[in-house]
């Protein structure tokens, strides 16, 4: 396609930079061919103008599709050049926090700088198994590959990393290393896997130094080869180092250190067996003060040179061996700091007291004075005579520095040996897998001779991987079958051949080191005439005739020629090694030894390699030809092999974390070759698509009639009508290949064709709104219209009527005022004469009142006194009432304190005290209610008196003036004579009455101040009992309160329960696998012992110490041949572990027993006192309340003190450095378990003679077994041969403690008393719970009647006085009254009680009584008897009782038929379901029946090993699993069912329990049928997790339900391998039928719906947390249409639970997490409150969960956006303070949830179950 329509408006490039290296820009208008000049736009708005340059005419490279920034794989962009590479990496660096991203073959790990979680167990397990392209690139993704491809294509693998310094290549180097001791297990007895990782510490502290780059810098190269079984396993490793940088050891840069572990050795110098070397600080010595940094931050030295000890330790070298290579690394710190003198100018000399040099030549043992003369001479040789030349003071400084360079060479070559030594693996070796940890490409501002070394490395494997990358490339063209075209590359090998080759540099080195005069300067002058023009690699500078350039692939170097003679030569005065051989310190005589021999070999090689055997002159390889020959040998290996690479990029000089620095990231872009493999992909079809893919990411390019039914087709038509140009494309087989820049051109289309859709949409959408806007407003107008109208018109009426009323009130108006004026005058003329008369007889009253005044003050004078004389003598009635009353009270408060004793008076009080509260306060309310009453009539009195005084006063004042008028008036007398004698009688009437008022009113006060007075004191009294009723409720506050704390602890142990059930289970499924290969080691002993005829070598064979009489059973119905196995075997290492696990488990089962049967005695006790004071102490049920409490607080607190011992125990025995191994005899855990053991045996010592007791007979039938074994005398328990026992006493102790089986039926018996007590304890807490309700119930009651009192007492106080003490007395009457009635019933009830426990009693006396009567006659017609047992059982013709008749010699016939050769599919389908149970277990009551313990014995024995013998042999067959998963449950069900027990026959009908067990108490049986049925569980569990695990993936994530809303995106060279091909493609649909086949199959065989539900939780998951896993670790599968998917998926889930009735068990639940996951991806992701939502939505997540789900989260389409930096940031803010239960970041797929087997009886009566014949069980006889 043209240019022009790539660079049009608004299409995005990238512009060149000095600071970033390449920024981004955007094309402001198009771009037409012929133009000078781009005008682009920044980021930052900034207007520039690109010029292209017209000779080259290349524009900038254009930038990708937002889609595509961000991938996993750098091929998968579009667009293939070095700012598409940068800024991918910068995005998923700092952005997404991701520090592995692909390019092609080459994973390249950007060193972050901080600690990431991503290294853990749980993420190894997650890349375990998995394609390199399924999951998020990751170091363990590589070295699964190349794990993956040993093991399939049996072909050696090497991994080569490589970086400059600093950039982590130590460090991936070690976690692929770790990888590998994960995922795969030593075959022998030694653990390889550590001893491979445990040599990593020692060679980062001989070989590893502080740079200027690096704190940690490898300054050697290193191959590590992996050794591998046929098993794949580790069986070994081998080591292999390239050019020690031995310089550092006398000269380290400022700021740099010299190597580790002599700082570690003056970091311990205060340790006591390091005095003797004389060391002090680092600061002290020339070799470790030079760069004057010797500490570095966050290290400490001391305890690295603890774990390098450890490390020495854990490789097998010894204490001795270690102290003398200290004393070596101390020689050599002494030696740096000898002090050499001039004399003259050709002359020097040593002092002979020089304390460094004395403390030197002391550590290696050679005398002072010859050292210090061969330091400061040399001896000459000719061919005459030898002279002795002494040297100058530079010379004899150089010459002791290369001895200290020497000797360190030396012994850091030994120790690599040593470790060699120590993981030489003792099998054959069948593959290995090869880790090169070497430097990558270095160019500083002076290189010398390491750097040409190192780039001369780099050359080497450069030219490698371009080779293997082109051979990758041509094999996939060819695998396509598309057009081959030869590819351009760049190729290295000119400058290979400028280094190696016939007369190249080496060659020129190493013949200049030959000559007598060779020089530095001579070297120079020889390799710019032979060089400078005939190598175009090869460059002069210009002002400098002493350095040489080279062209290197990466970049041009300068090297400087000084030193280069020297270290190629690498000469050590001859002398000095003389001296140091005659030493007598035997690691260093080692170290030259080995040297001598290397030279004698070389010498004879050449010798043999010269003309006419002439001996060589100097046969010492100089260091290039060693370097040269060990890099040949390196590649030979790398080539031989499948290479896998990993490039570490540094990301800044600064070491800050997730920080990118854009120049130092492309220049190791550049060097280690990853801009190469880019250019040689993009220069070929870099994008590749298979068929289905593009049809789905483009089918939207096409119309609905394009699409054919042929895929290929159709994508060949559509692309030939988008791309014109056919040279842009190429169709393969399955794929089709695209130039750089298409799939960007195709993805263009794509977004305008959906910009185009989305526009359409658009405006159809906002011209409806629009529309539906202008109907919506025109509504709204007519409306308007409508209402204001209707206004107007009503304001139109309102003003009609307001007019109507104006003339109306102006009428009323005018009316009202002429009547007022009448009105006024009318009243004007009553009020004068109404005066006027008044005034007249006023007159006579006042006559009539002083007349009248004198009687009235006689009558109250006396009445006072008589007044006076009563009060005295009423308060001296109260007086003496008062004192009476007082006696009395105090009489009665003496009662009531000792009633108060009594919590029944207490309850009465309490409950009376509420009701006399409410009575007063009622009374109480009524009488205020009359006080107010009276006190209002009172004032009314009173207003009327004042009010009839003034007008009597008034009338007074006018008789007054009448009488003056009548004076002058005579002739007025007569009449008013007559109106004064009215007025006199109205008079005296009224005041009569006014007195009788007043004498009514003065009683009224008294006796309302009485009644006030007495209400005040019972106001008092009720406030003082209200607040005592009020710390009562507190109280019981509080006991409510610890009896919620009590339920929250009950709860706790409930959950603590499980747990425990949990681990026990795990330790039995444990228990059971090392049973199994016991039982396989036994076999393939006797195999090997038949087949040798007892001449064979002794093997080491697991020990088990489980000792069961029914294991002979076992193996008797596993073995067709009929062969006798024993039990005794040989016991290796490997279980000693295990044994001392158990018996440590037994002892502390054996302590909590004890405890809890005191427990549970006290607990008796105590409930027996409780029943016997039940009666006499009623009154003190809280107390005994209490006490309960106290005492479940003691068991609480014994039980978590058990649990902590326990846990403890656990962390011991699992802190060790292997499972499989014991501790060394002699160590500190070797002791600890001696003394364990010693403990236990103390302890089973008090049970082994009632072990022995009960198990004697099997123990006897055992040793006659052992004794007619042929066997028996050839195996035999010896522990004295075991190799990691020294100790024959303690290992005898440890034989006579397991001997005959003690050890594992003390177990068993500890365990069975465990479930008893557990079931009592079950029991108890019943009781418990029974007491709480009803306290619950009380407390709710006292809660309501509370409530009522409220109600009631609020009530009366807005009664009046009386009436709220009438009503306080009726209530507290009623209340009495009811509480009595309550109480006679309780009583009633207890007395009923109590004599129906006496009927009961009397009943089982007599039973007991009968019982021990029929015991005594059955034991002595025992005696009398005849053995013919048979002849007592009951028969009745025609009447079966469920029982089969079988001979002794039939059982194995029996198990053969019954369970070995049963075909489940045939029974389950034709039959009752769990009919193979029911026959076993009508054998079983026939032997019960006949009282023949062996038979019984046998007959459960044999059921349990043949069923274990065909689950290990047909374990993988998911029917034959749960069919005898559903028998071995209902045959445990049977023997509970018809034990007789009470607690399991309350379901049978008479006829079952007519038909329980007579004889045998088989109740430790259901133990044993218990944990087989816990083992046959966890094996349906596997098989079903097998069976989904291929399947979850490709069902939940990969499979696209809904084709038109998810896309995939695409994909670079590693593309996702799907588990099915397209045509088999597996949807949820098939995930579901697997379900419903595992539900109907487990229905089938009849198994317990219970245990269906518990399976069906354990899928689900194992479903939800594999599909978890996945999506945290796809970085593809985090988008919104994904979480869709995920959630459509779910919902299918739930579906078939529904359909099913399976919703309330669990499994939905299960699901949460995979539920809040999809959420998380679909929900909005921008907002603080979105950032709220959630947290609070993601409750079932973690925090690192969440985390990772967001920065993972990568748009599928265009119109999606990125989680963005600062709403993570804000998530992990508001999680920081959540509580997590795991911290880990992957759920764990392996966890099996605990089972139960609830009881569940069966209707099947077992006298109608018939025998098929199809079963051949013909010998069977129903009875």
Not at 479 to 490: C, G, H
Not at 561 to 584: M, P
Not at 1786 to 1795: E, P
């Amino acid at each position: 396609m043209a240019a022009s329509e790539l660079y049009s408006k608004n299409a995005r490039v990238w512009l060149p930079d000095a600071a970033e290296v390449w920024k981004p820009a955007e094309l402001v208008r198009d771009f037409s061919p012929g133009e000078l000049t781009l005008s682009l736009q920044l980021e930052d708005g900034t207007r520039v103008e690109h010029k292209i340059d017209p000779r080259t005419n290349n524009l900038p490279p254009l930038r990708n599709p937002d889609i595509l920034v961000g991938e996993n794989d750098l091929t998968a962009l579009s667009y293939l050049h070095e700012p598409a590479v940068l800024h991918n990496l910068k995005v998923r660096f700092i952005d997404s926090r991701l520090i592995y991203t692909y390019c092609g073959i080459v994973l390249v790990a950007i060193n972050p700088y901080e600690s990431l979680p991503i290294y853990e167990a749980d993420i190894i397990n997650a890349y375990s198994g998995q394609n390199m392209g399924d999951m998020d690139p990751h170091i363990f993704a590589v070295a699964e590959e190349a794990y993956k491809q040993m093991a399939r294509d049996e072909k050696n693998q090497s991994i080569i990393v490589s970086g400059e310094s600093g950039a982590g290549k130590t460090v991936s180097a070690k976690f692929a290393m770790r990888y590998f001791a994960t995922v795969s297990s030593s075959s022998n007895e030694a653990n390889v896997e550590e001893r491979v990782l445990a040599s990593s510490p020692i060679m980062e502290a001989f070989g590893n130094a502080r740079t200027t780059r690096n704190d940690n810098s490898s300054r050697f190269g290193k191959y590590i080869e992996i050794g591998f079984d046929k098993k794949h396993s580790i069986i070994g490793a081998n080591m292999r180092t390239y050019l020690l940088e031995k310089s550092r050891v006398v000269f380290q840069a400022h700021g740099e250190r010299n190597y580790h572990i002599f700082y570690q050795l003056c970091g311990s110098s205060h340790l006591p067996e390091f005095k003797a070397f004389k060391l002090g600080w680092a600061d002290d010595f020339c070799c470790t003060n030079q760069g004057q940094s010797p500490v570095i931050e966050g290290v400490d030295d001391a305890k690295e040179m603890c774990s390098t000890r450890r490390a020495f330790s854990l490789l097998g070298i010894g204490d001795g061996e270690q102290m003398a290579i200290y004393q070596i690394l101390s020689a050599i710190l002494h030696l740096s700091n000898v002090e050499v003198k001039d004399q003259s100018a050709d002359r020097c000399s040593i002092l002979p007291d020089d304390a460094h040099l004395m403390v030197f030549c002391e550590l290696v043992g050679v005398p002072c004075e010859e050292m210090a003369h061969w330091l400061c001479h040399r001896k000459l040789k000719t061919t005459t005579e030898t002279f002795v030349k002494p040297v100058p003071r530079i010379n004899a400084v150089h010459g002791r520095d290369a001895l200290a360079k020497h000797i360190y060479a030396r012994l850091f070559s030994w120790i690599v040996d040593s470790i060699n030594s120590a993981l030489k693996s003792t099998g054959k070796q069948h593959s290995f897998i090869g880790v090169l940890d070497i430097y990558g490409f270095e160019t500083f501002d002076i290189n010398s001779f390491e750097q040409f070394c190192i780039n001369y490395a780099n050359e080497k494997l450069q030219q490698q991987f371009n080779l293997h990358v082109f051979k990758l490339e041509q094999e996939e063209y060819m695998k396509e079958e598309i057009p081959w075209t030869l590819i351009d590359f760049y190729d290295n090998q000119p400058c290979i051949n400028l280094i190696e080759a016939r007369l190249g540099i080496l060659d020129l080195l190493d013949e200049e080191c030959k000559m007598p005069k060779g020089s530095d300067d001579t070297w120079a002058q020889k390799l710019y005439n032979t060089l400078l023009k005939q190598n175009a690699h090869f460059d002069k500078p210009r002002l400098s005739n002493r350095a040489f350039i080279i062209h290197h692939f990466a970049d041009k170097v300068e090297y400087q020629c000084v030193g280069f003679l020297e270290k190629n030569k690498d000469t050590v005065n001859e002398e000095q090694i003389n001296v140091l051989k005659k030493s007598k310190f035997d690691l260093l005589l080692k170290l030259f030894e080995d040297e001598d021999k290397a030279r004698g070999s070389a010498s004879r090689s050449s010798n043999l390699a010269g003309r006419g055997g002439q001996p060589q002159r100097d046969t010492k390889k100089t260091v290039g030809l060693q370097f040269r020959q060990s890099l040949h040998l390196l590649m030979d290996t790398l080539n031989s092999t499948t290479p896998h690479y990993v490039r570490c990029i540094k990301p800044n000089d600064l070491k800050a974390p997730f920080t990118l620095d854009p120049v130092r990231a492309v220049q190791q872009l550049r060097a280690c070759g990853i801009l190469e493999t880019i250019r040689i992909s993009a220069a070929g079809f870099p994008s590749r698509w298979t068929y289905q893919e593009f049809f789905s990411r483009y089918r939207v390019l096409m119309k609905h009639k394009e699409a054919l039914p042929d895929r290929k087709q159709t994508c060949k038509n559509l692309l030939e009508k988008l791309i014109k140009d056919q040279k842009k494309y190429q169709f393969g087989k399955n794929k089709i290949f695209f130039r750089a820049g298409q799939v960007a051109f195709l993805e263009k289309l794509r977004s305008d064709k959906l910009r185009l859709a989305c526009v359409s949409i658009q405006k159809t959408i906002r011209c409806w709104l629009a529309r539906r806007k202008y109907l919506r407003m025109r509504e709204s107008a007519v409306t308007i219209q409508k209402h204001v109208r209707g206004h107007q018109a009503r304001r139109y009426v309102l003003f009609l009527r307001w007019t109507r009323a104006a003339v109306v009130i102006q009428r009323n108006v005018r009316m009202w005022t002429r009547r007022r004026l009448f009105l006024q005058q009318r009243s004007a003329a009553i009020t004068i004469q109404c005066l006027w008369r008044a005034h007249v007889a006023r007159k006579q009253y006042y006559q009539l009142m002083y007349e009248h005044k004198a009687v009235i003050i006689q009558k109250w004078v006396r009445g006072w006194l008589a007044k006076q004389h009563y009060r005295r003598a009423v308060s001296a009635v109260i007086l003496l009432q008062s004192c009476v009353r007082r006696m009395r009270a105090k009489r009665e408060l003496k009662k009531l304190k000792v009633e108060a004793r009594s919590v029944e008076h207490f309850k009465k009080l309490n409950v009376g005290m509420e009701n006399k509260i409410l009575q007063l306060q009622h009374k109480i309310n009524e009488q205020q209610k009359e006080n107010r009453e009276l006190s209002e009539r009172l004032s009314v009195l009173e207003k009327t008196r004042a009010a009839e005084s003034d007008r009597q006063s008034r009338e007074l004042e006018s008789l007054h003036r009448s009488e003056q008028e009548a004076r002058a008036k005579a002739e007025t007398v007569p009449s008013l004579l007559e109106r004064l004698s009215f007025l006199q009688n109205e008079l005296e009437n009224t005041s009569r009455e006014k007195k009788d008022l007043e004498e009514q009113i003065k009683s009224y006060k008294e006796q309302t101040q009485q009644v006030v007075d007495e209400l005040n004191m019972k106001n008092n009294l009720l406030k003082s009992n209200t607040d005592r009723l009020n710390q009562e409720v507190l109280e019981q506050a509080q006991q409510l309160t610890d009896i919620k704390t009590t339920s929250e602890s009950t709860k706790q142990l409930e959950k603590d329960l499980i747990e425990e059930r949990s681990r026990y289970q795990s330790l039995l499924s444990e228990h059971l696998q090392l049973e199994d290969r016991h039982r396989d080691l036994k076999e393939e002993m006797s195999l090997s012992i038949n087949s040798s005829k007892f001449s064979h070598k002794r093997t080491d064979s697991n020990y088990s110490s489980n000792s069961s009489e029914f294991s002979q059973s076992l193996s008797s119905a596993e073995g067709e041949d009929g062969s006798v196995h024993t039990e005794d075997e040989l016991q290796t290492k490997v279980d000693l572990p295990i044994l001392l696990k158990l018996q440590r488990r037994v002892k502390d089962l054996a302590e909590e027993n004890r405890s809890l049967w005191q427990q549970l005695d006290k607990k008796d006790e105590a409930q027996q006192e409780k029943a016997k004071e039940a009666e006499e102490q009623r009154s003190v049920g809280r107390t005994e309340l209490d006490l309960e409490k106290l005492k479940r607080q003691e068991l609480e607190s014994e039980n978590k003190k058990l649990k902590q011992d326990l846990n403890e125990l656990r962390k011991s025995l699992t802190n060790e450095n292997s499972d499989v191994a014991p501790p060394a005899p002699g160590s500190l855990p070797y002791n600890i378990l001696l003394d364990q053991l010693s403990s236990s045996n103390e302890e089973l010592e008090m049970r082994k003679e009632e072990v022995l007791l009960l198990r004697s007979h099997m123990v006897r039938q055992e040793a006659l077994k052992h004794k007619d074994s042929v066997l028996g005398d050839g195996v035999k328990l010896d522990f004295g041969e075991m190799p990691s026992l020294q100790d024959h006493d303690r290992t005898t102790d440890i034989h006579t403690l397991n001997e005959d089986g003690e050890l594992w039926l003390a177990y068993e018996g500890l365990k069975e008393t465990n479930r008893l007590l557990e079931g009592q304890m079950q029991e108890q807490e019943h009781l418990h719970n029974k007491k709480y309700r009803k306290l619950t119930e009380e407390m709710n009651k006292l809660r309501a009647e509370k409530e009522q009192q409220e109600k009631l007492l609020a009530q009366s106080l807005l009664l009046p006085e009386d009436a709220r003490v009438e009503a306080s007395l009726k209530h507290e009457i009623t209340r009495l009254t009811a509480e009595n009635l309550e109480r006679m019933e309780q009583q009633e009830n207890q007395d009923k009680i109590i004599r129906n426990l006496k009927e009961q009693l009397k009943f089982y006396m007599r039973k007991v009584e009968e019982f021990e009567e029929s015991s005594q006659q059955l034991n002595s017609a025992s005696v009398t008897s005849t053995p013919v047992r048979p002849v007592s059982i009951p028969r009745k013709e025609k009447e079966f009782q469920g029982m089969l008749q079988f001979k002794e010699g039939d059982a194995s016939r029996l198990f053969k038929n019954l369970i070995i050769d049963l075909k489940p599919r045939g029974v389950a389908v034709s039959f009752t379901p769990g009919l193979p149970a029911y026959i076993i277990f009508m054998c079983l009551r026939y032997a019960d029946s006949v009282n023949d313990d062996r038979r019984v014995s046998t007959l459960l024995n044999s059921t349990i090993g043949s069923i274990k013998g065909v689950i290990k042999r047909k374990g993988n067959d998911l029917e034959v699993v749960s069919f005898w998963l559903a028998n071995t449950c209902r045959l445990m069900h049977c023997l509970k069912q018809y034990s007789g027990d009470e607690v399991f026959v309350a379901h049978n009908t008479a006829k079952q329990n007519e038909q329980s067990l007579a004889n045998f108490e088989l109740s430790e049986y259901h133990q044993l049928f218990g944990d087989l049925a816990i083992q046959i569980y966890r094996q349906l569990i596997k098989c079903m997790e097998n069976i989904l695990l291929p399947i979850i993936v490709a069902s939940m994530l990969e499979h696209e339900t809904m084709q038109g809303v998810l896309v995939s995106k695409p994909t670079g060279l590693r593309k996702r391998s799907s588990s099915f091909p397209e045509e088999e493609a597996v949807s949820v649909e098939v995930l579901l039928q697997r379900l419903s086949f595992f539900h109907t199959t487990m229905s089938q065989h009849g198994m317990d719906p219970d245990l269906i539900r518990q399976a069906v939780r354990q899928q689900f998951y194992i479903i939800c947390a594999v599909t978890l896993n996945h999506l945290l670790l796809r970085k593809d599968m985090c988008s919104w249409s994904k979480g869709l998917q995920i959630r459509y998926n779910i919902w299918q889930l739930e579906e078939w639970l529904m359909e099913r009735e399976l919703s309330d068990c669990g499994a939905k639940e299960t699901l949460e997490p995979l539920v809040q996951a999809a959420q998380l991806l679909q929900i909005k992701k921008k907002t603080e409150a979105d950032a709220r939502a959630v947290c609070s939505m993601c409750a079932a997540l973690t925090t690192a969960q969440i985390v990772k789900i967001l920065t993972l989260y990568t748009p599928v389409i265009e119109f999606e956006e990125r989680v963005s930096t600062s709403f993570i940031t804000m998530i992990k803010s508001l999680l920081k303070d959540r509580e997590e239960s795991s911290s880990t970041l992957t759920m764990d797929a392996k966890k099996i949830f605990s089972v139960t087997f609830p009881f569940t009886p069966s209707s099947v009566a077992l006298e109608t179950v018939q025998i098929p014949m199809s079963l051949n069980l013909g010998f069977l006889t129903r009875i």
